[in-house]
């Protein structure tokens, strides 16, 4: 998890969200906060930038002179670059954080360098974390400023050296044209969102096109597979059909472990604030 000076979700109700990450204050939307009153309002007017809809896909942050084009927060010993982007976005998901700390306990149960390929990789916070523990990474994301980003994040946490490939692709191109290749891996991380674009405007729609990638992730894997995780944001999944659809995939036999439930954040006050679902396989070791 984020430690405390680094992240903290101070605040939320009425459809926002109060979060610090390192030493600045973001107030943003967010529709798991609707329906709920905010706690602690004499916190809010501390905000260093509000984000503001305009519309149903727009919206612009107002922000105070105090803030910086762009600022870092650590995870771990890995540095991660933040903005304030169009969408209202960061650069970071905090709640992938305990699905980061998962990846590490995976990567540290073996002595053997594991392969790991990491979909829909946006800024790179698996990647990096897959990396630090000296796994070789494959990080593949449609959007040439995410990997960008990626690598900034790589380069400003020390890890120049560690073995990762970038890769600019639909995430499903490259996943068949790796098996194509006979390349294999250990291990599949993956965050899609419900609708999405390759480079060259390929269409992925999380509802039609997931159970194809999962079946190419289980064939990368076929060979020797430790870990796979999934998570998504997309409305009206549940756990258990991401559960199940894992399940189809492996089939039965496969001889693993499943972990599945929302993800959240908690706050200052001790709430939990709903961000996605998230499902975890892991490979059943002798004795565990
Ligand atoms: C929800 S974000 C991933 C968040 C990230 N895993 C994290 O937790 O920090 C989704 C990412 O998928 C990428 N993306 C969208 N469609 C894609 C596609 N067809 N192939 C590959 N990447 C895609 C976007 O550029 C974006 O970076």
Partial sequence: MFAKE?????????GRRLERFGEFILDRPSVAAEGVPKQQAELWSSAHAIYVRRGANEGAWQSTNQMPLSWKIQHENCDLELKLTDFGHVGVFPEQSGNWDWMTRQLKSTDETLKVLNLFAYTGGATLTGAAHGAEVVHVDSAQNSVLWARRNTESSGLTDASIRWITEDSRKFATRELKRGNKYHGVVMDPPSYGHG???????????LDELLDLCMQLTAHDRRFILISCHTTGYLPHDLEQKLRMALGSGHGGTFESGGLAIRSADGRQLPCGIAVRWTKKIDGT
Wanted: glycine share 10%; aromatic share 16%.
């Fill in 6 to 14: 680094q992240y903290q979700l101070l605040d939320f109700g009425d």
């Fill in 199 to 209: 480079p060259k405007g390929e269409v992925w729609k999380i509802q039609q096109d």
